[in-house]
């Protein structure tokens, strides 16, 4: 919700055309709160990293995450994944207690010791009913076996909890994606800097970019890496990072590389498919990706949570839900599934789900206060109240208040509230949160303040530095949506109309309604504020009244403060379009 509370909401990322994905396998929603433990699932909790050097510890959450990607090939075993695991490393919690939150009848607890050329991998499995160690096995083998260490736990447990294993997940489980030890390092470096990367990060993208470059110049044939590469590079224009050709040229070399290598291994299986979706919105190719993945793994969450991401965009979004919901079940800790299923809620006014949701991640990251304000955030979208805000605002610290993300939110209140002076003093102190939007939105969001309140020298001053920047953007990325809706916002404001107006059209060609369900109605809201900020009330209305209509990431709530309708206030046909209790209901 942060970033679309009020004002200009859209997306910064590279848009492409969306294709219509092959038929999906049916979904049925799950909703269990904690699941039943069935006799062949298990969690493996972090390995502890014993190594003398404790820089390792990429290498010790590597062999973790490996190991669980071998286990989800056994088609009879479920197993929870990494990210509801890891809130475990170093708990003090009993194992029935950890079984029984994620439940699950087993668990696997070990270590990983390193030195030099040697590697100790220890593990001991545990029923978690019973707390009875069903078999306990230390491996001591040269570094360039830790795939041999990884292939005989898998088994060992498929073998504990009576799965079967085909042929072809015994071959899976004995391949070596690498025989270079050092290549090895740096694929599992970059990936635990991916992994930690947040949103939009470009540092973290770039510390990945080049560790995976140096994992397949120490081997170039390790299909893996070079996937992950390309999927890098696909992030860097999905994220708005950077669209370039040159930079989608290297993500299409690289995942060619990738299958050109080991077209029929499941991790380079996913990683086309992820490089489809990000790359090139290539909905078919990623779907074909993720539904032949399935049939190789098919209790891996993010076969499900990626098909739910393609479902929304096409404006399946009852089936999407179904679909996250699903890839909860599996790993029910995963804040991304989470974040995707608030985005859905959100989206189709489900708000006492959203808040269900929202709430979840606040018990789950307690220590994230921006969690919090999402959950305020929620709350106003919903309901139109600031009673949560002013609640979370009166028990925070100074520091918490003053801090980067405290300061981003009291100046979205403060337009909620109309307290224009309070806003403009904050945007002076802090003119741009950079974890929650890039420069050129926040300027507009500012712009649009100010615009409403007659103050155009600082209209002026926020948005000029930003337009001369946008106009190379375009040029660099003619493909961009977001980058001709930023310029045609920019333009708008600064009272250059027409050519405003066309350039944000242009955003609105490139992602249409019909071929994104997703950013397109965004579009659309910011066609409506164009109207606005031009005097044209009836084609504004209009837009306003058919947006409520459909699912998208606004609300009566939003529409009612936004700066950019302040020449609609008043209207009797803006009040009546506020004041519609069917224009706040749940879509489905």
């Known amino acids: 919700l942060m970033g679309a509370f009020i004002g200009v909401a859209i997306y910064w990322a590279t848009r492409a055309p969306v294709q219509e994905p092959a038929t999906l396998p049916k979904s049925e929603t799950v909703a269990k709160a904690t699941p039943a433990a069935a006799d062949k699932s298990i969690a493996v909790l972090p390995f502890t990293n014993m190594s003398e050097d404790k820089d390792t510890g990429f290498f010790a959450d590597g062999v973790h995450e490996d190991l669980l990607t071998n286990l989800a090939v056994v088609a009879e075993l479920k197993v929870i994944s990494r990210t509801s695991v890891l809130q475990y490393r170093g708990t003090t919690k009993t194992m029935r207690q950890i079984g029984q939150e994620l439940g699950v009848a087993y668990l696997l607890e070990g270590s990983v010791r390193r030195a030099g050329n040697k590697v ?23 570094l360039t076996d830790i795939f041999a260490i990884q292939s005989a736990i898998a088994q060992e447990i498929a073998g504990a909890l009576s799965a ?16 270079n030890s050092g290549a090895y390092d740096f694929y599992l470096k970059g990936r635990d800097s991916r992994n930690r990367a947040p949103t939009s990060s470009a540092p973290a993208l770039r510390e990945a970019e080049e560790l995976f470059k140096s994992a397949v110049q120490q081997d170039p044939g390790f ?16 994220w708005g990072i950077d669209g370039s050709p040159a930079r989608l040229a290297a993500a299409d070399a690289a995942i060619a590389q990738a299958v050109r290598l080991a077209p029929e291994a499941p991790d380079v299986i996913r990683l086309l498919g992820t490089y489809a979706y990000y790359a090139h919105r290539d909905y078919a190719r990623a779907t074909a990706q993720y539904e032949k993945l399935a049939r190789l793994q098919p209790n891996d ?6 098909l739910s991401l393609i479902l929304r965009r096409q404006g399946r979004w009852a089936e999407s839900l179904n679909y996250i919901h699903r890839a909860l079940e599996l790993d029910p800790g995963n804040v991304a599934y989470i974040r995707n299923s608030l985005a859905t809620l959100g989206y189709n006014r489900r708000w006492n789900e959203l808040l269900a949701a929202q709430r979840r991640l606040v018990a789950l990251l307690p220590e994230k206060l921006r969690e919090q304000f999402d959950l305020a955030a929620a709350e106003f979208t919903a309901t139109g109240s600031l009673q949560a805000a002013d609640a979370l605002l009166a028990r925070l610290s100074p520091a918490e208040r003053d801090s980067p993300v405290g300061i981003f939110f009291r100046k979205e209140w403060a337009v909620a509230r109309g307290d224009y002076a309070e806003f403009k003093r904050l945007d002076q102190l802090q003119p741009i949160f950079e974890e929650a939007e890039w420069p050129a939105l926040s300027a507009i969001k500012a712009a649009t303040v100010y615009w409403a309140h007659g103050d155009m020298a600082a209209v002026r001053s926020r948005l000029t530095p930003q337009l001369a920047e946008l106009q190379r953007r375009v040029e660099r990325e003619p493909a961009s949506a977001a980058a001709w809706s930023f310029l045609g916002s920019v333009e708008v404001l600064l009272e250059r109309t027409e050519e405003g107006m066309r350039h944000h059209r242009k ?76 224009n706040n209901q749940p879509l489905f």
């Open 120 to 142: 100790r991998v220890t593990g001991q499995l545990i029923n978690t009913g019973t707390d009875e160690h069903v078999w306990a096995r230390s491996y001591d083998r040269d």
């Open 164 to 179: 079967a294993i085909s042929p072809q997940t015994k071959k899976f489980l004995e391949r070596r994606p690498t025989e």
């Open 223 to 238: 299909a893996a890496a070079w996937g992950e590469l390309a999927v890098v590079h696909a992030l860097f224009a999905f």
């Open 301 to 306: 969450p993010t076969v499900f949570s990626s």
């Open 507 to 582: 955003a609105m060609e490139l992602v249409p309604e019909t071929r994104d369900a997703v950013d397109g109605p965004t579009y659309r809201y910011i066609l409506a504020q164009l109207h606005a900020l031009t005097g044209d009330k009836e084609r504004a209305l209009a837009e306003l009244a058919r947006l409520l209509r459909a699912p998208g990431n606004f609300s009566v709530a939003t529409f009612r403060v936004d700066p950019g309708f302040a020449k609609l206030r008043g209207d009797p046909r803006f009040e009546a379009i506020l004041n519609d209790p069917a």
